[in-house]
Nanobody
Framework: QVQLVESGGGFVEPGGSLRLSCAAS????????LGWFRQVPGKDREFVAA????????FYNDFAKGRFTIARDNAKNTQSLHMNNLNHEDTAVYYCAASLRSFYSGQYYNTENEYRYWGQGTQVTISS
C-alpha cells in the first residue's frame, strides 16, 4: 500500500510563492505517474500538474503554466509543486496523487479516476 503525505501548505500574500512537497512510502515509486490536484469547497477536484514515471514528460493545466513547476525525485520518493505568482483563485486544498499508469504516453494524467493513491491534502490560502 502506498501512502502519500503532503507538506508545505499555508498562508501567502498575492504574488507570493509556496513549495508543496509529497513524500511517498510503500510501492515502487519510480513506476508511478504522479500528479497534483486541488479542490475548493463546493467544486470538483481540479487537475493542476502531472509528471511521468521518469520525469521525462510534464503536463500542466492552463492556469498553472508559467507559474507552477512539478518535479520528482525517485531516489528520495518525493514529488514537489513549486508555485509562483499566486493569486486568490489558487486558494484550495492541494492533493498529491500517484497513478499506476506511467503517463509517458501522454494520456490519462488529468483524470482523477486514474490515480490510485492520494495524500490527505494540504491547505493553501492566498490572502492579503
Amino acid at each position: 500500500q502506498v501512502q502519500l503525505v503532503e507538506s508545505g501548505g499555508g498562508f501567502v500574500e498575492p504574488g507570493g510563492s509556496l513549495r508543496l512537497s509529497c513524500a511517498a512510502s510503500g510501492g515502487v515509486f519510480s513506476n508511478y505517474g504522479l500528479g497534483w490536484f486541488r479542490q475548493v469547497p463546493g467544486k470538483d477536484r481540479e487537475f493542476v500538474a502531472a509528471i511521468s514515471y521518469n520525469g521525462g514528460k510534464i503536463f500542466y493545466n492552463d492556469f498553472a503554466k508559467g507559474r507552477f513547476t512539478i518535479a520528482r525525485d525517485n531516489a528520495k520518493n518525493t514529488q514537489s509543486l513549486h508555485m509562483n505568482n499566486l493569486n486568490h483563485e489558487d486558494t484550495a486544498v492541494y492533493y498529491c496523487a500517484a497513478s499506476l499508469r506511467s503517463f509517458y504516453s501522454g494520456q490519462y494524467y488529468n483524470t482523477e479516476n486514474e490515480y490510485r493513491y492520494w495524500g490527505q491534502g494540504t491547505q493553501v490560502t492566498i490572502s492579503s
